[in-house]
T-cell receptor, first 112, second 114 residues
Framework: AQSVAQPEDQVNVAEGNPLTVKCTYS??????LFWYVQYPNRGLQFLLK??????LVKGSYGFEAEFNKSQTSFHLKKPSALVSDSALYFC??????????FGRGTSLIVHP | DAGVIQSPRHEVTEMGQEVTLRCKPI?????LFWYRQTMMRGLELLIY????????DSGMPEDRFSAKMPNASFSTLKIQPSEPRDSAVYFC????????????FGQGTRLTVV
């Protein structure tokens, strides 16, 4: 079985500060890891993914994520947050089975 | 491509009525997923198809729910009869191939059963 944990329901950060949204996973075999963002009244949009190779993955809108195999983590980061980054963020994993498993989501609030 | 297209965007119906949600996936994508999103349960996978064939429907909550994919460009999710607890946002998503590819989501259908 595969699973994803997003331990924080909400993350608050001031504009211009770095942000981190946490994700840990459990999967048998090699993990494929994804981050998605959901803006109000919209579907999920793909941000970035880790399949293999470099542990630091860069994605859309200046976001990046670091794959850490020993800690089974895939935290989403951005060096300088924008108010427009405020949204719901989902981590997902596949690899144990084809079906991607999504976390419950973390609400990111960036304060001006 | 216009992306995954869902219709309607909003649906309000009375308890006991039949509801049909529609989805047009991205052309060339082999996989199609139906998800339900609620505050209480988050994002739940209901069913997915591979090359138009239903592969796993274990997430379908009850026999009141059914899904079809008659061809590669169209899928429906039907609820009959609908109940207030079915109120949620329903998403359709498609992806080109297997587990290493991302899913592309439609904008969702917000269903309210009164």
């Amino acid at each position: 079985a595969q699973s994803v944990a997003q331990p924080e329901d909400q993350v608050n950060v001031a504009e211009g500060n770095p942000l981190t949204v946490k994700c840990t996973y459990s999967v048998s075999g090699n993990p494929y890891l994804f981050w998605y963002v959901q803006y109000p009244n919209r579907g999920l949009q793909f941000l970035l993914k880790y399949i293999t190779g470099d542990n630091l993955v860069k994605g859309s809108y200046g976001f990046e994520a670091e794959f850490n195999k020993s800690q089974t983590s895939f935290h989403l980061k951005k060096p300088s947050a924008l108010v427009s980054d405020s949204a719901l963020y989902f981590c997902a994993v596949s690899g144990g089975s084809y079906i991607p498993t999504f976390g419950r989501g973390t609400s990111l609030i960036v304060h001006p | 491509d216009a992306g995954v297209i869902q219709s309607p965007r909003h649906e309000v119906t009375e308890m006991g009525q039949e509801v049909t949600l529609r989805c047009k996936p991205i052309s060339g994508h082999d996989y199609l997923f139906w998800y339900r999103q609620t505050m209480m349960r988050g994002l739940e996978l209901l069913i997915y198809f591979n090359n138009n064939v239903p592969i796993d429907d274990s997430g379908m909550p009850e026999d009141r729910f059914s899904a079809k994919m008659p061809n590669a460009s169209f899928s429906t999710l039907k609820i009959q009869p609908s109940e207030p607890r079915d109120s949620a946002v329903y998403f359709c998503a498609s992806s080109p191939r297997g587990e290493d590819t991302e899913a592309f989501f439609g904008q969702g259908t917000r269903l309210t059963v009164v």
